[in-house]
């Protein structure tokens, strides 16, 4: 870690109400760095894994097209980058699962998604059925939109503390 990158930098001097204190097991998407798998989240920032293990927890990965539950001990979720739209379909027919992410969301557990990661935690993403943990529905289009947003954190998080304005990238199309 040694401090690599601005989000290293930026955990470091962060500081929140409660501290994050990551207790047992983060399952994460599998990055599908293996070309002859298919994967919907292809990519994860290699900072939430490494922090993660040297707060004290450890690391297991899973796939969300052909696990139908998460890890064992499951206590947080990280969900990758990628392109979630392109396997809609399967990702939806794997409701078990969907379930299972809901259900730890629902009971307080941290869960954060990286860039496309977050359409797989909306309530549908092209019409097809997602996990249901944000009240919002995800649609693609033709255009590709790129710009920074701006947000206030409403409550106190692993993030940011209640009232912090954030600015970030987003891009949304194909």
């Known amino acids: 870690m040694g401090g690599r990158g601005r989000g290293a930098a930026a955990h470091r001097h962060h500081r929140c109400a ?9 399952a994460r998407t599998e ?7 298919r994967a919907a989240f292809t990519f994860s920032y290699a ?3 490494e922090l993660l293990q040297a707060a004290g927890a ?24 990628g392109f979630p739209e392109m396997y809609g379909e399967q990702l939806s027919a794997n409701e078990p699962l969907r379930k299972a992410v809901a259900e730890l969301a629902a009971s307080g557990a941290p869960v954060a998604a990286e ?29 590709l939109t790129l710009g920074y947003r701006d947000a206030v ?22």
């Not at 409660?18 to 983060?26: A, D, L, V």
């Not at 997602?130 to 995800?138: I, K």
Request: with cysteine; net charge positive.
């Open 47 to 49: 900072e939430h894994t």
């Open 115 to 143: 860039c496309a990661g977050l359409l797989y935690l909306a309530r549908s993403l092209d019409g097809h059925p997602m996990c249901g943990v944000l009240d919002a529905d995800a649609r693609m289009s033709e255009r």
């Open 31 to 37: 990055a599908g760095r293996r070309r002859r798998r």
């Open 18 to 26: 409660h501290p994050f204190r990551p207790r047992g097991t983060y």
């Open 153 to 174: 954190a409403v409550s106190d998080s692993v993030l940011a503390p209640a009232g912090a304005r954030l600015r970030g990238t987003s891009s949304t199309g194909p």
């Open 58 to 81: 450890e690391v297991v990965t899973f796939d969300p097209l052909r696990d139908e539950r998460l890890p064992e001990g499951t206590s947080g979720l990280v969900i990758g980058g």
